[in-house]
């Protein structure tokens, strides 16, 4: 098959709610600010209002052409739907993070390209053991950061910074928390 | 941190919002609109941002309503625009006829989902004939701008009201449900003061005795009448195919193959197109922007570059093609690959079709006007279906 790579094509995919079309928000802010091509592109469906949800979020240096990823550099993934989905389709030397709280088999089954670098940890229960509740998609992102850098860290804290609304400012500092957890986790 | 200045300025902004956004900033002060997926972002924005600048937002008990209401801004003079999505957009073709015919302009925008009927709420391409051909009855085109990238849903909304005031007509942004709902960093246009714009002397905005009154109207009882209306319609329409065709050409120059797509699909080709010239065939992407009129120009340009084979490529079962057809005039050979109904061909289906052009296979098939078997997609590009959002 032909290979159509960007620097940075990325799925987020779990269930409505999680947050992913948040967390690829924040991915494509970061590309944003570095001054990079970018595409977000959110599946718009009845999905969004409750069944499994999903984006594609682009990073490249040249003019992007179809902004549904296909071929995944990288892949969030916080359901067990999610996983089966997408993990195959991940490109060799990708990387891939699954939530294990819910998608408890990890990527067990699922024939992986050759290389691809996958994190299984439970980044619910850890939210919600930190006090950090419905920010286990932060913490995937911050994983996700430690094993893709797709941008610098500054920029990072400058996007989560963008993406948490004014009025809303109190969770500036836990988004930045869940953050750094996902990298040490 | 390359480019830093100009990062700056960009902001990521949805589709469907930048519409609106830079709607304001050509000078539009009235939206009238009716929600409908995968639109609806667009009239939202509207409702919370167009009464801040003194703008009048009215979502109106239909599109029917909705696109006489902007009829009605339109005769007394405004900046006016609607939008709403394909079985939307049908229920205003009535209203476009009519303000064609009384040479109102205004801007509409349909913002693509599967069809017919109720369809589906993905991405499509499928009301081409509807936008370049016949949106409501009688005599009349109406300028159709199609964008592919947000950014271009900034800058083609704000040409498109300078175009429906210049020529009297209205005048349609022609997107779909990708290009709508997907984030992409913009650069916005300046804001224009509404005060700021070329006159509209022929509107009917108060006179106070001063002047002989104004009439807008699209009632000719008298034959002779509305042939010399319609004349001095398609007069006007010559000129615009004339001076406004536009098109953007990627890696044409040297091209045997060319593939002709626009909005979505174009962004779907133009990965396809890279990858068949990593493979060394000799292939470019003509997108056409304005779809009414449609760039023939620019299909001259190629067949006199050396183009020998057409592909168009669409989220339909053929619509565009046609126009190729008529531009290309025996010249070339046309083929056709599409998706329907809200599917979105994967780039390696895109490659595969312009792999099967290149070898000449089904150049024997392709398309001659009127057979519409022969616009099928062949089989072999049908195997492999991705399904988005599943």
């Known amino acids: 098959m032909a290979d159509f790579n960007h620097e940075m094509l990325c799925v987020l995919s779990g269930f409505g709610g999680q947050g992913l079309l948040f967390a690829g928000k924040i991915m494509a802010n970061c590309g944003l600010i570095d001054g990079r091509q970018v595409s977000w592109m959110p599946s718009y469906g009845p999905e969004m209002r409750g069944g499994t949800a999903n984006c594609s979020v682009s990073l490249s240096d040249d003019a992007i052409g179809t902004p549904f990823i296909t071929k995944p550099t990288a892949l969030i993934a916080m359901n067990q739907p999610s996983v089966e989905k997408f993990a195959a389709s991940v490109q060799p030397g990708g990387s891939i993070v699954i939530d294990t709280t819910l998608a408890m088999n990890g990527a067990e089954g699922v024939q992986l390209a050759d290389d691809v670098t996958v994190a299984a940890f439970k980044a619910t229960e850890i939210a919600e053991a930190e006090g950090l509740k419905g920010l286990a998609n932060i913490i995937c992102l911050g994983k996700l950061w430690s094993l893709d850098n797709f941008c610098e860290r500054e920029v990072v804290d400058a996007a989560i910074s963008k993406c948490v609304p004014p009025k809303r400012q109190h969770l500036l500092e836990p988004n930045l928390r869940a953050f750094q957890l996902g990298i040490d986790a | ?390």
């Open chain 2, 1 to 390: 941190m390359a480019n830093e200045n100009k990062a700056q300025e960009r902001v990521l902004m949805k589709g469907n919002e930048v519409l609106a956004e830079a709607a304001m900033r050509a000078g539009c002060r009235f939206f009238f609109g009716y929600p409908i997926t995968p639109q609806t972002e667009l009239a939202a924005y509207m409702a919370k941002k167009l009464p801040l600048i003194g703008g009048t937002f009215l979502q109106a008990e239909s599109e029917i309503a909705a696109i006489n209401m902007v009829y009605g801004a339109a005769a007394a003079g405004a900046r006016v625009m609607t939008s709403s999505s394909s079985p939307g957009v049908s229920l205003k073709g009535e209203g476009v006829s009519y303000m064609a015919g009384a040479d109102c302009p205004g801007v509409i925008v349909n913002v693509e989902r599967g069809g017919p009927g109720l369809g589906g709420i993905q991405p499509s391409q499928s009301d081409y004939f509807q936008a370049t051909r016949a949106l409501g009855h009688g005599d009349f085109y109406m300028p159709v701008l199609a964008p592919s990238t947000v950014q271009e849903m900034a800058d083609l909304i704000y040409d498109a009201f300078d175009l429906a005031d210049e020529y009297r007509t209205p005048t349609m942004i022609l997107a779909d449900g990708m290009i709508g709902q997907m984030m992409e960093p913009v650069l916005l246009p300046p804001e224009r003061d509404p005060e700021s714009l070329p006159a509209k002397p022929w509107a009917t905005s108060g006179h106070g005795n001063k002047r002989e009154h104004n009439v807008i109207n699209s009632l000719y009882l008298s034959p002779d009448k509305l042939e010399e209306t319609n004349f001095e319609r398609f007069e006007r329409y010559e000129q615009i195919k004339e001076k406004h065709q536009r098109q953007e050409l990627m890696e044409c120059d040297d091209a045997e193959i060319v593939v002709v797509a626009f909005g979505a699909a174009s962004r779907v080709a133009r990965t396809a197109v890279r990858e068949a010239r990593a493979q060394g065939i000799k292939c470019g992407l003509l997108r056409p922007i304005t779809l009414w009129p449609f760039p023939t120009k620019a299909i001259d340009q190629v067949i006199e570059g050396g183009a020998t084979k057409f592909l168009s490529v669409e989220l339909n079962m053929g619509q565009m093609v046609q126009d190729v057809q008529l531009a290309v005039n025996g010249r070339a050979t046309v083929d056709f690959f599409g998706r329907t109904g809200g599917v979105l061909p994967t780039p390696e289906e895109v490659l595969e079709a312009i792999k099967t052009v290149a070898a000449g296979e089904p150049v024997q098939q392709s398309a001659a006007p009127g057979a519409v078997g022969s616009l099928l997609p062949h089989p072999q590009h049908r195997k492999s279906s991705y399904e988005r959002g599943e």
